[in-house]
């Protein structure tokens, strides 16, 4: 296997044992599916840690996974979007959203979902609902 040499940026720590990196995104992708996703890398950080993976450098201030996860994503049911077809959105978005906003986005996913598609375009009042949600707090 062949480990990536691209320079990483200054301010970006990096893993200290890349073949355990690779056992670990492997394995996260698998129980994921098999896709390589923002919740399958998160699931590889937290394996590669619990099996001794370390870090060098110090971690970027503006680390979106971590934010990602303090955000609460999930559907407004709290199953699985797979299984129910609902969008995957942060908490606070989805509290923005009234109840025929959110059977509107709904909708869109499931129509998007029957098509083929993977992500489903945001309906305009889920756009606003997530730019507010998501923007930074000065």
Same mark, same amino acid.
């Given at each position: 296997?062949?480990m ?8 970006t ?7 355990l990196w690779?056992?670990a995104?492997?394995e996260?992708k ?7 996703s923002a919740?399958a890398? *998160?699931? $590889?950080?937290?394996?590669?840690? !619990? %099996?001794?993976?370390?870090?060098k =450098? &110090? ?5 979106k996974?971590k ?7 999930g559907t ?7 299984e129910?077809?609902?969008r ?9 959203l009234t109840?025929? *906003?959110r $059977?509107?986005?709904n909708?869109? !996913? %499931?129509?998007?979902?029957?098509? =083929? &598609?993977?992500?489903?375009k945001y309906?305009p ?13 000065s």
């Amino acid at each position: 296997m062949v480990m990536s040499t691209k320079k990483k940026k200054s301010g970006t720590s990096t893993k200290s044992n890349p073949k355990l990196w690779a056992q670990a995104k492997a394995e996260a992708k698998r129980r994921m599916g098999g896709k390589h996703s923002a919740r399958a890398m *998160q699931l $590889a950080v937290k394996i590669y840690k !619990k %099996r001794g993976g370390r870090y060098k =450098g &110090k971690k970027s201030s503006s680390n979106k996974l971590k934010k990602w996860s303090k955000q609460d994503w999930g559907t407004s049911s709290g199953k699985k979007s797979s299984e129910t077809g609902e969008r995957y959105l942060p908490r606070a978005a989805r509290k923005l959203l009234t109840k025929s *906003q959110r $059977a509107a986005g709904n909708r869109a !996913k %499931r129509k998007a979902t029957r098509a =083929g &598609k993977q992500r489903a375009k945001y309906t305009p009042a889920e756009r606003k609902a997530f730019i507010r949600a998501t923007r930074r707090k000065s």
